[in-house]
Protein backbone atom coordinates (compact mmCIF):
# COMPACT_ATOMS: atom_id res chain seq x y z
CA UNK A 1 0.00 0.00 0.00
CA UNK A 2 1.37 3.48 -0.61
CA UNK A 3 1.09 6.70 0.70
CA UNK A 4 -0.47 8.24 -2.73
CA UNK A 5 -3.33 6.16 -3.06
CA UNK A 6 -6.87 6.02 -2.32
CA UNK A 7 -6.76 2.65 -0.24
CA UNK A 8 -4.09 4.16 1.85
CA UNK A 9 -6.58 7.23 2.52
CA UNK A 10 -9.43 5.18 3.23
CA UNK A 11 -6.68 3.17 5.91
CA UNK A 12 -5.63 6.53 7.24
CA UNK A 13 -9.30 7.46 8.18
CA UNK A 14 -10.82 4.13 9.34
CA UNK A 15 -7.99 4.08 11.40
CA UNK A 16 -7.76 7.74 12.94
CA UNK A 17 -11.58 7.29 13.74
CA UNK A 18 -11.79 4.03 15.22
CA UNK A 19 -8.33 5.08 17.50
CA UNK A 20 -10.29 7.80 19.10
CA UNK A 21 -13.56 5.86 19.46
CA UNK A 22 -11.87 2.52 21.84
CA UNK A 23 -10.43 1.73 24.69
CA UNK A 24 -6.78 2.82 25.58
CA UNK A 25 -5.38 -0.94 25.72
CA UNK A 26 -7.18 -1.53 22.35
CA UNK A 27 -5.39 1.28 20.69
CA UNK A 28 -2.19 -0.55 20.89
CA UNK A 29 -3.77 -3.56 18.70
CA UNK A 30 -5.09 -1.83 16.37
CA UNK A 31 -1.82 0.48 15.46
CA UNK A 32 -0.62 -3.25 15.44
CA UNK A 33 -3.21 -4.66 13.09
CA UNK A 34 -3.48 -2.05 10.58
CA UNK A 35 0.51 -1.83 10.12
CA UNK A 36 0.28 -5.75 9.32
CA UNK A 37 -2.66 -4.76 6.76
CA UNK A 38 -0.43 -1.90 5.24
CA UNK A 39 2.72 -3.83 4.89
CA UNK A 40 0.39 -7.28 4.04
CA UNK A 41 -0.67 -5.27 0.65
CA UNK A 42 2.69 -5.34 -0.73
CA UNK A 43 3.03 -8.92 -0.29
CA UNK A 44 1.76 -10.39 2.76
CA UNK A 45 4.69 -13.34 2.32
CA UNK A 46 7.30 -10.92 4.28
CA UNK A 47 5.62 -10.23 7.31
CA UNK A 48 6.50 -13.31 9.10
CA UNK A 49 10.47 -11.66 7.99
CA UNK A 50 9.01 -8.39 9.26
CA UNK A 51 7.90 -10.51 12.63
CA UNK A 52 10.57 -12.50 13.49
CA UNK A 53 12.92 -9.05 13.60
CA UNK A 54 10.77 -7.68 15.34
CA UNK A 55 10.34 -10.15 18.42
CA UNK A 56 14.57 -11.19 18.26
CA UNK A 57 15.05 -7.54 18.95
CA UNK A 58 12.51 -7.18 21.75
CA UNK A 59 13.83 -10.76 22.91
CA UNK A 60 16.73 -9.85 22.83
CA UNK A 61 16.62 -6.56 24.99
CA UNK A 62 15.21 -8.10 27.87
CA UNK A 63 18.39 -10.39 27.75
CA UNK A 64 20.12 -8.15 28.07
CA UNK A 65 18.76 -6.12 31.11
CA UNK A 66 18.95 -9.26 33.03
CA UNK A 67 22.38 -10.61 32.49
CA UNK A 68 25.68 -10.08 32.94
CA UNK A 69 28.41 -7.70 31.20
CA UNK A 70 29.89 -10.60 28.98
CA UNK A 71 26.36 -12.33 28.03
CA UNK A 72 24.66 -8.54 26.97
CA UNK A 73 27.61 -8.64 24.65
CA UNK A 74 27.08 -11.75 23.70
CA UNK A 75 22.81 -11.42 22.89
CA UNK A 76 23.91 -7.79 21.52
CA UNK A 77 25.64 -9.49 18.97
CA UNK A 78 23.07 -12.02 18.23
CA UNK A 79 21.01 -9.20 17.22
CA UNK A 80 23.63 -7.70 15.28
CA UNK A 81 25.00 -10.55 13.54
CA UNK A 82 21.21 -11.92 12.56
CA UNK A 83 19.35 -8.19 11.89
CA UNK A 84 22.63 -7.44 9.86
CA UNK A 85 22.70 -10.97 8.07
CA UNK A 86 19.39 -11.18 6.86
CA UNK A 87 19.59 -7.20 5.78
CA UNK A 88 23.01 -8.93 3.79
CA UNK A 89 21.11 -11.41 2.13
CA UNK A 90 17.88 -9.78 1.03
CA UNK A 91 20.06 -6.12 -0.02
CA UNK A 92 23.67 -7.17 -0.83
CA UNK A 93 24.17 -10.99 -1.64
CA UNK A 94 23.58 -10.56 -5.70
CA UNK A 95 25.30 -7.80 -5.50
CA UNK A 96 28.45 -9.52 -3.76
CA UNK A 97 27.96 -12.40 -5.50
CA UNK A 98 28.35 -10.94 -8.89
CA UNK A 99 31.33 -9.11 -8.04
CA UNK A 100 33.19 -11.85 -6.73
CA UNK A 101 33.16 -14.10 -9.66
CA UNK A 102 33.60 -10.97 -11.74
CA UNK A 103 36.77 -10.73 -9.99
CA UNK A 104 37.83 -14.11 -9.69
CA UNK A 105 37.14 -14.40 -13.52
CA UNK A 106 39.89 -11.42 -14.12
CA UNK A 107 42.37 -14.08 -12.86
CA UNK A 108 41.08 -16.71 -15.44
CA UNK A 109 39.02 -19.15 -12.65
CA UNK A 110 36.07 -19.19 -15.41
CA UNK A 111 33.24 -19.16 -12.80
CA UNK A 112 29.80 -19.47 -14.07
CA UNK A 113 27.55 -16.64 -13.11
CA UNK A 114 25.06 -17.71 -10.51
CA UNK A 115 21.45 -16.77 -11.12
CA UNK A 116 19.66 -15.58 -7.71
CA UNK A 117 16.23 -14.54 -7.66
CA UNK A 118 15.83 -12.48 -4.54
CA UNK A 119 12.96 -9.95 -3.81
CA UNK A 120 14.29 -7.43 -1.65
CA UNK A 121 11.32 -6.72 1.36
CA UNK A 122 9.78 -3.39 1.27
CA UNK A 123 11.31 -1.35 4.38
CA UNK A 124 13.74 -3.80 5.42
CA UNK A 125 16.55 -1.34 5.84
CA UNK A 126 14.43 1.26 7.89
CA UNK A 127 13.33 -1.33 10.00
CA UNK A 128 16.51 -3.07 10.83
CA UNK A 129 17.92 0.08 11.62
CA UNK A 130 15.21 1.01 13.79
CA UNK A 131 15.35 -2.86 16.20
CA UNK A 132 18.87 -2.15 16.05
CA UNK A 133 19.23 0.84 17.73
CA UNK A 134 16.69 -0.33 20.48
CA UNK A 135 18.99 -3.23 21.12
CA UNK A 136 21.94 -1.45 21.19
CA UNK A 137 20.62 1.44 23.40
CA UNK A 138 19.69 -1.29 26.15
CA UNK A 139 23.07 -2.63 25.88
CA UNK A 140 24.76 1.40 26.56
CA UNK A 141 21.71 1.66 29.39
CA UNK A 142 19.80 4.75 27.57
CA UNK A 143 16.72 3.12 27.93
CA UNK A 144 14.94 0.51 29.37
CA UNK A 145 13.64 -2.34 27.64
CA UNK A 146 9.65 -2.75 26.93
CA UNK A 147 7.98 -5.44 28.67
CA UNK A 148 4.90 -4.98 26.75
CA UNK A 149 5.44 -6.65 23.46
CA UNK A 150 2.07 -5.23 21.26
CA UNK A 151 3.64 -1.67 22.53
CA UNK A 152 6.99 -2.72 21.26
CA UNK A 153 5.50 -4.30 18.25
CA UNK A 154 4.26 -0.34 17.57
CA UNK A 155 6.72 1.20 17.78
CA UNK A 156 8.76 -0.91 14.93
CA UNK A 157 5.82 -2.04 12.19
CA UNK A 158 3.60 1.46 13.09
CA UNK A 159 2.45 1.98 9.39
CA UNK A 160 3.16 5.68 9.14
CA UNK A 161 7.12 5.16 9.30
CA UNK A 162 7.28 1.67 8.31
CA UNK A 163 8.47 1.73 4.46
CA UNK A 164 10.75 3.99 4.23
CA UNK A 165 11.25 6.20 7.61
CA UNK A 166 11.91 8.42 9.31
CA UNK A 167 14.14 6.62 11.22
CA UNK A 168 12.59 6.59 14.85
CA UNK A 169 14.41 6.29 18.29
CA UNK A 170 12.73 3.97 21.15
CA UNK A 171 13.05 7.13 23.61
CA UNK A 172 11.32 9.40 20.74
CA UNK A 173 7.90 6.81 20.20
CA UNK A 174 7.47 4.31 22.92
CA UNK A 175 6.65 6.97 25.78
CA UNK A 176 4.11 8.70 23.48
CA UNK A 177 2.40 5.55 22.83
CA UNK A 178 2.10 4.68 26.54
CA UNK A 179 0.81 8.25 26.83
CA UNK A 180 -3.34 8.02 27.11
CA UNK A 181 -3.55 10.74 24.35
CA UNK A 182 -6.97 13.25 25.00
CA UNK A 183 -8.30 13.91 21.49
CA UNK A 184 -7.78 17.14 20.41
CA UNK A 185 -8.95 19.24 17.46
CA UNK A 186 -5.32 20.26 16.50
CA UNK A 187 -4.27 16.46 16.02
CA UNK A 188 -6.57 16.08 13.00
CA UNK A 189 -6.17 19.47 11.71
CA UNK A 190 -2.20 20.14 11.69
CA UNK A 191 -1.96 16.08 10.63
CA UNK A 192 -4.08 16.20 7.44
CA UNK A 193 -2.25 19.52 6.72
CA UNK A 194 0.73 17.64 6.72
CA UNK A 195 -0.64 14.73 4.97
CA UNK A 196 -2.24 17.20 2.05
CA UNK A 197 1.32 19.23 1.92
CA UNK A 198 3.00 15.58 1.38
CA UNK A 199 0.38 14.83 -1.29
CA UNK A 200 1.02 17.60 -3.61
CA UNK A 201 4.56 17.32 -3.31
CA UNK A 202 4.46 13.84 -4.60
CA UNK A 203 1.68 13.44 -6.54
CA UNK A 204 1.68 17.18 -8.02
CA UNK A 205 5.48 18.18 -8.20
CA UNK A 206 7.58 14.95 -7.70
CA UNK A 207 5.41 13.04 -9.98
CA UNK A 208 5.36 15.53 -12.77
CA UNK A 209 9.18 16.02 -12.70
CA UNK A 210 9.78 12.47 -12.86
CA UNK A 211 9.18 11.88 -16.86
CA UNK A 212 11.79 15.09 -17.43
CA UNK A 213 14.42 13.32 -15.78
CA UNK A 214 13.61 10.05 -17.07
CA UNK A 215 14.27 11.30 -20.49
CA UNK A 216 17.35 12.99 -19.86
CA UNK A 217 19.00 10.47 -18.23
CA UNK A 218 17.89 8.07 -21.15
CA UNK A 219 19.90 10.23 -23.45
CA UNK A 220 23.11 9.31 -24.51
CA UNK A 221 25.65 11.19 -22.69
CA UNK A 222 27.66 12.40 -25.89
CA UNK A 223 24.06 13.91 -26.70
CA UNK A 224 23.99 16.15 -23.30
CA UNK A 225 25.96 19.28 -22.72
CA UNK A 226 27.25 20.63 -19.06
CA UNK A 227 24.66 22.24 -19.00
CA UNK A 228 22.40 19.66 -19.42
CA UNK A 229 24.59 17.41 -17.13
CA UNK A 230 23.84 20.76 -14.63
CA UNK A 231 20.07 20.77 -15.20
CA UNK A 232 19.69 16.87 -14.89
CA UNK A 233 21.54 17.15 -11.73
CA UNK A 234 19.46 19.98 -10.16
CA UNK A 235 16.14 18.55 -11.48
CA UNK A 236 16.65 15.09 -10.05
CA UNK A 237 17.45 16.78 -6.86
CA UNK A 238 14.53 18.53 -7.13
CA UNK A 239 12.59 15.34 -7.65
CA UNK A 240 14.29 13.39 -5.22
CA UNK A 241 13.76 16.10 -2.77
CA UNK A 242 9.49 16.25 -3.21
CA UNK A 243 9.37 12.96 -3.52
CA UNK A 244 11.08 11.83 0.08
CA UNK A 245 9.87 15.41 2.02
CA UNK A 246 6.49 14.30 0.70
CA UNK A 247 6.89 11.20 2.19
CA UNK A 248 7.64 12.52 5.35
CA UNK A 249 5.19 14.96 5.00
CA UNK A 250 2.48 12.32 5.02
CA UNK A 251 4.28 10.05 7.35
CA UNK A 252 4.18 12.70 9.80
CA UNK A 253 0.62 14.52 9.23
CA UNK A 254 -0.43 10.73 9.37
CA UNK A 255 1.49 9.70 13.03
CA UNK A 256 0.17 13.64 14.16
CA UNK A 257 -3.41 12.14 13.55
CA UNK A 258 -3.33 9.91 16.60
CA UNK A 259 -1.29 12.32 18.74
CA UNK A 260 2.27 10.51 18.21
CA UNK A 261 4.56 13.35 16.59
CA UNK A 262 7.60 12.53 15.10
CA UNK A 263 10.68 14.38 14.78
CA UNK A 264 11.11 16.16 11.56
CA UNK A 265 13.30 14.44 8.73
CA UNK A 266 13.94 17.29 6.27
CA UNK A 267 14.50 21.26 7.35
CA UNK A 268 15.05 23.05 3.51
CA UNK A 269 18.06 21.40 2.47
CA UNK A 270 18.95 23.15 -0.19
CA UNK A 271 19.63 26.31 1.29
CA UNK A 272 22.02 25.02 3.15
CA UNK A 273 25.70 27.21 3.91
CA UNK A 274 28.14 23.87 4.17
CA UNK A 275 27.79 20.16 3.13
CA UNK A 276 28.01 19.89 7.01
CA UNK A 277 24.63 22.19 7.43
CA UNK A 278 23.28 19.95 4.22
CA UNK A 279 23.48 16.86 6.27
CA UNK A 280 21.65 18.52 9.57
CA UNK A 281 18.84 19.57 7.23
CA UNK A 282 18.81 16.37 4.98
CA UNK A 283 17.16 12.73 6.01
CA UNK A 284 17.89 14.07 9.53
CA UNK A 285 16.66 10.90 11.36
CA UNK A 286 19.45 8.67 9.23
CA UNK A 287 22.44 10.98 9.32
CA UNK A 288 21.43 10.73 12.60
CA UNK A 289 21.55 7.50 13.40
CA UNK A 290 24.89 6.51 11.24
CA UNK A 291 26.28 9.34 13.22
CA UNK A 292 25.14 7.45 17.06
CA UNK A 293 25.58 3.82 15.79
CA UNK A 294 28.06 3.62 13.42
CA UNK A 295 30.56 6.82 13.10
CA UNK A 296 31.28 7.69 16.55
CA UNK A 297 31.36 3.90 17.19
CA UNK A 298 34.71 3.93 15.20
CA UNK A 299 35.86 6.73 17.22
CA UNK A 300 35.50 5.37 20.21
CA UNK A 301 33.22 7.94 21.56
CA UNK A 302 30.65 7.85 23.91
CA UNK A 303 27.00 8.77 22.17
CA UNK A 304 26.77 11.60 25.09
CA UNK A 305 29.45 13.26 23.64
CA UNK A 306 27.99 13.98 20.36
CA UNK A 307 25.94 17.09 19.50
CA UNK A 308 22.30 17.71 18.30
CA UNK A 309 21.70 17.64 14.46
CA UNK A 310 22.64 15.05 11.58
CA UNK A 311 25.52 13.06 10.56
CA UNK A 312 27.22 16.77 9.69
CA UNK A 313 27.49 17.81 13.24
CA UNK A 314 29.31 15.19 14.68
CA UNK A 315 32.20 15.22 11.44
CA UNK A 316 34.94 17.77 13.63
CA UNK A 317 37.88 15.69 13.96
CA UNK A 318 40.29 16.59 12.34
CA UNK A 319 42.14 13.01 12.62
CA UNK A 320 39.18 10.72 12.19
CA UNK A 321 39.83 10.39 7.78
CA UNK A 322 39.15 6.34 8.09
CA UNK A 323 35.90 6.56 10.14
CA UNK A 324 34.63 9.37 8.08
CA UNK A 325 35.44 7.87 4.77
CA UNK A 326 33.96 4.46 6.17
CA UNK A 327 30.85 6.24 7.74
CA UNK A 328 30.31 7.46 4.13
CA UNK A 329 31.18 4.38 2.31
CA UNK A 330 28.40 2.78 4.36
CA UNK A 331 25.52 5.66 3.94
CA UNK A 332 26.05 4.94 0.43
CA UNK A 333 25.84 1.29 0.52
CA UNK A 334 22.81 1.75 2.87
CA UNK A 335 21.17 3.20 -0.17
CA UNK A 336 21.43 0.03 -2.50
CA UNK A 337 23.78 -2.30 -3.19
CA UNK A 338 25.41 -1.09 -6.55
CA UNK A 339 28.43 0.52 -7.06
CA UNK A 340 26.79 3.93 -7.94
CA UNK A 341 25.71 4.72 -4.61
CA UNK A 342 29.13 3.82 -2.64
CA UNK A 343 30.65 6.48 -5.26
CA UNK A 344 27.81 8.84 -3.96
CA UNK A 345 28.86 8.64 -0.51
CA UNK A 346 32.93 8.71 -0.74
CA UNK A 347 31.84 12.11 -3.07
CA UNK A 348 30.30 13.28 0.59
CA UNK A 349 32.98 11.71 2.31
CA UNK A 350 35.46 14.16 0.07
CA UNK A 351 33.40 16.99 -0.37
CA UNK A 352 33.40 17.18 3.90
CA UNK A 353 36.79 16.45 4.06
CA UNK A 354 37.91 19.31 2.04
CA UNK A 355 35.29 21.63 3.77
CA UNK A 356 37.16 20.57 7.14
CA UNK A 357 40.65 21.69 5.24
CA UNK A 358 39.05 25.16 4.04
CA UNK A 359 37.00 26.12 6.87
CA UNK A 360 39.62 28.10 8.68
CA UNK A 361 40.62 30.17 5.65
CA UNK A 362 36.67 31.64 6.05
CA UNK A 363 36.31 32.31 9.43
CA UNK A 364 37.72 36.33 9.33
CA UNK A 365 34.66 36.62 6.87
CA UNK A 366 31.69 38.13 7.94
CA UNK A 367 28.90 36.08 8.90
CA UNK A 368 26.58 36.99 6.08
CA UNK A 369 28.97 37.07 3.69
CA UNK A 370 30.25 33.04 4.61
CA UNK A 371 26.10 32.24 4.69
CA UNK A 372 25.99 33.15 1.33
CA UNK A 373 29.22 32.52 -0.52
CA UNK A 374 29.12 28.52 1.28
CA UNK A 375 25.09 28.34 0.12
CA UNK A 376 26.04 29.82 -3.49
CA UNK A 377 28.90 27.12 -3.77
CA UNK A 378 27.38 23.99 -1.47
CA UNK A 379 24.34 24.06 -3.63
CA UNK A 380 25.77 22.90 -7.03
CA UNK A 381 28.42 20.87 -5.10
CA UNK A 382 25.43 18.74 -3.97
CA UNK A 383 23.01 18.89 -6.95
CA UNK A 384 26.65 17.01 -8.89
CA UNK A 385 26.41 14.23 -5.97
CA UNK A 386 23.09 12.94 -7.51
CA UNK A 387 24.69 12.12 -10.97
CA UNK A 388 26.02 8.80 -9.45
CA UNK A 389 22.63 8.31 -7.51
CA UNK A 390 20.12 8.37 -10.57
CA UNK A 391 22.54 6.87 -13.16
CA UNK A 392 22.08 3.53 -14.66
CA UNK A 393 25.84 3.29 -14.41
CA UNK A 394 28.68 4.14 -12.82
CA UNK A 395 30.39 4.66 -16.25
CA UNK A 396 27.66 6.71 -17.25
CA UNK A 397 27.96 8.77 -14.08
CA UNK A 398 31.37 9.56 -14.57
CA UNK A 399 31.51 10.56 -18.20
CA UNK A 400 28.14 13.05 -17.13
CA UNK A 401 30.79 14.28 -14.36
CA UNK A 402 33.48 14.57 -16.70
CA UNK A 403 31.00 16.91 -18.60
CA UNK A 404 31.01 19.62 -16.36
CA UNK A 405 34.45 19.96 -16.05
CA UNK A 406 35.36 20.03 -19.79
CA UNK A 407 34.58 24.03 -20.77
CA UNK A 408 34.21 22.88 -24.28
CA UNK A 409 31.45 21.40 -23.44
CA UNK A 410 29.41 24.22 -22.32
CA UNK A 411 28.90 25.62 -26.18
CA UNK A 412 25.16 24.63 -26.89
CA UNK A 413 21.74 22.87 -25.03
CA UNK A 414 20.65 19.69 -26.21
CA UNK A 415 17.29 19.53 -24.05
CA UNK A 416 13.79 21.06 -24.28
CA UNK A 417 13.31 24.43 -22.92
CA UNK A 418 10.59 23.94 -20.74
CA UNK A 419 12.97 21.87 -18.77
CA UNK A 420 15.54 24.72 -17.82
CA UNK A 421 13.16 27.17 -17.22
CA UNK A 422 11.48 24.53 -14.88
CA UNK A 423 14.38 24.01 -13.13
CA UNK A 424 15.17 27.77 -12.13
CA UNK A 425 11.83 28.05 -11.03
CA UNK A 426 12.15 25.51 -8.67
CA UNK A 427 15.23 26.60 -7.60
CA UNK A 428 13.81 30.41 -6.81
CA UNK A 429 10.23 28.58 -5.69
CA UNK A 430 12.91 27.07 -2.78
CA UNK A 431 14.11 30.41 -1.63
CA UNK A 432 10.57 31.97 -2.19
CA UNK A 433 9.09 29.36 0.49
CA UNK A 434 11.56 29.41 3.02
CA UNK A 435 11.60 33.59 3.00
CA UNK A 436 7.60 33.56 3.59
CA UNK A 437 7.65 30.12 6.06
CA UNK A 438 10.00 32.36 7.96
CA UNK A 439 7.96 35.92 7.77
CA UNK A 440 4.83 33.50 8.56
CA UNK A 441 6.11 32.54 11.56
CA UNK A 442 7.60 35.85 13.09
CA UNK A 443 3.75 36.88 12.45
CA UNK A 444 0.64 36.36 14.94
CA UNK A 445 -0.88 34.29 12.11
CA UNK A 446 -3.49 33.34 14.78
CA UNK A 447 -4.68 37.17 15.49
CA UNK A 448 -4.74 38.11 11.75
CA UNK A 449 -7.97 37.24 9.68
CA UNK A 450 -6.28 38.02 6.10
CA UNK A 451 -3.51 35.42 6.91
CA UNK A 452 -6.25 33.20 8.42
CA UNK A 453 -8.34 33.21 5.18
CA UNK A 454 -5.35 32.80 3.21
CA UNK A 455 -3.95 29.75 4.91
CA UNK A 456 -7.72 28.33 4.32
CA UNK A 457 -7.72 29.42 0.32
CA UNK A 458 -3.91 28.18 0.38
CA UNK A 459 -5.48 24.49 1.97
CA UNK A 460 -8.49 24.26 -0.43
CA UNK A 461 -5.80 24.58 -3.60
CA UNK A 462 -3.76 22.08 -2.00
CA UNK A 463 -6.46 19.35 -1.49
CA UNK A 464 -7.85 20.67 -5.21
CA UNK A 465 -4.14 19.55 -7.12
CA UNK A 466 -4.23 16.54 -5.03
CA UNK A 467 -7.39 15.53 -5.82
CA UNK A 468 -6.69 16.09 -9.40
CA UNK A 469 -3.15 14.56 -9.60
CA UNK A 470 -3.76 11.82 -7.05
CA UNK A 471 -2.60 8.16 -8.73
CA UNK A 472 -0.25 5.68 -7.80
CA UNK A 473 1.67 5.70 -10.56
CA UNK A 474 4.72 6.68 -9.33
CA UNK A 475 6.33 5.01 -6.28
CA UNK A 476 8.37 6.84 -3.62
CA UNK A 477 11.52 6.63 -4.58
CA UNK A 478 13.33 5.50 -1.14
CA UNK A 479 11.21 2.64 -1.49
CA UNK A 480 13.78 1.01 -3.73
CA UNK A 481 16.30 1.08 -0.16
Not at 80 to 91: D, H, R, S, Y
Amino acid sequence: MVFNSLTYLILLTSVVTLFWCISYNLRFYLIFLSSLIFYGFWKIEFIPLLLFSTILDWWVALKIVNSKNKKKKIFLLISLIINLGILFIFKYLIFFTENSIGLLNLFNAKIDPIILKIILPLGISFYTFQTISYTVDVYRGTIKPENNFIVYACYVTFFPQLIAGPILRAKEVITQFKKQNVFRWDYISGGLRRVLYGLFLKVVIADNLAPLVNSGFSLPVSELSAFDVWTLSFLFGFQIYFDFCGYSHIALGSAKMIGIIFPENFNFPYLASSPKDFWKKWHISLSSWVRDYIYLPLLNLKLSNSSKGGLGNAIENKNDQKSLFITWGLMGLWHGANWTFLIWGLYHAVVIYIYRILKPFVKNFKKRNIIFIGWFLTLPIIMLSWIPFRADSLKIALKMWLKVINPYNYRNLGLQENVYIITLVLTLSILITYFIKQKIISYKISKNIIIMTLDTFMVSLLFYFVFVFLRPINQFIYFQF
